[in-house]
């Protein structure tokens, strides 16, 4: 949990108070590796829900036209819909007997997203390979789906987790940040809606164009191992308010602990 707790060191504020001053900025071209792919999603926590061994709770899918089956665990980011979800599961009536008993220990386990993406790259040839769905917050779905119609796209679902930049105008490039005192600069892309609308309405006035895009998270992942754009050395994602408040409860002395990683399923 160290790059969690480090994050929450860096950036422990939260609505405007999280952005400094607006800035252009121009950066040298530098592919990023796997390890630094992993480094900027590792800002972002999400949660598994586990038992009282740490194992992740999965389901099963039937082999299906010769392909073999397989466990998908699902990814929440939200703590409080994971919860929410081992909530329902142990009010639930006419349970199994060993049913009841293991909704009792059901637990929410917070990982960097950069771990889920490291078993994911780590497994990716292997037959029986690791599977996660996510589950995106229903709040910023809807935000994303608004943000879509409204700028003229015809979309009535959003398959995967949303991610928001925000943009000098819709033709130009991403609005940069320069957070606190130490003059770093780097180019947000937000997990919350909200936060994007705080730096709009901050370089609206300047820049009447600007605007969000949404984009998804999987294309966000993608761009930084596919591409060598300049500006992508500089990008940094965004947790949620929600998240912010979780890691700021983390106890400084996680910051010595390595990163756990879902290494079995259930």
């Known amino acids: 949990m160290k790059s969690l707790v480090r994050w929450g060191l860096t950036l422990g504020l939260v609505g405007s108070t999280l952005f400094g001053s607006v800035v252009a900025v121009d950066f040298p071209v530098l592919a990023l590796s796997e390890q630094q792919v992993k480094e900027k999603l590792d800002s972002v926590p999400v949660y598994l829900i586990t038992n009282d061994q740490g194992l992740p709770l999965s389901r099963t899918i039937p082999a299906q036209n010769g392909q073999p089956g397989a466990s998908v665990t699902g990814v929440y980011m939200s703590r409080q819909e994971a919860l929410a979800f081992i909530k329902e599961l142990q009010n639930a009536k006419n349970k199994d007997p060993k049913l009841e008993t293991m909704a009792k220990q059901l637990q929410v386990t917070a990982v960097p997203l950069g771990v889920i993406y490291q078993q994911l790259q780590q497994s990716k040839n292997q037959q029986n390979r690791l599977l996660f769905a996510f589950k995106p917050v229903d ?11 409204a700028s003229g796209q015809k979309v009535d679902q959003f398959k ?35 936060d994007a609308l705080g730096l709009l309405n901050q370089v609206k006035p300047k820049f009447p164009q600007a605007d969000i895009q949404v984009i998804d998270v999987d294309g966000v992942i993608k761009t930084l191992e596919d591409k060598n754009d300049s500006w992508l050395n500089q990008v940094v994602l965004v947790p949620s308010p929600e998240s912010r408040e979780y890691i700021r409860t983390l106890p400084k002395n996680n910051a010595a602990k390595q990163n756990n990683a879902p ?3 259930r």
């Open 139 to 149: 709040k910023e779905v809807k935000g994303a789906l608004t943000l879509l119609n």
């Open 160 to 194: 995967s987790v949303p991610v928001f930049a925000v943009r000098f105008a819709p033709d130009k490039g991403y609005v940069p940040i320069q957070l606190g005192g130490n003059n770093q600069q780097m180019i947000p892309l937000f997990l919350s809606k909200q």
């Open 263 to 265: 290494s079995k399923r």
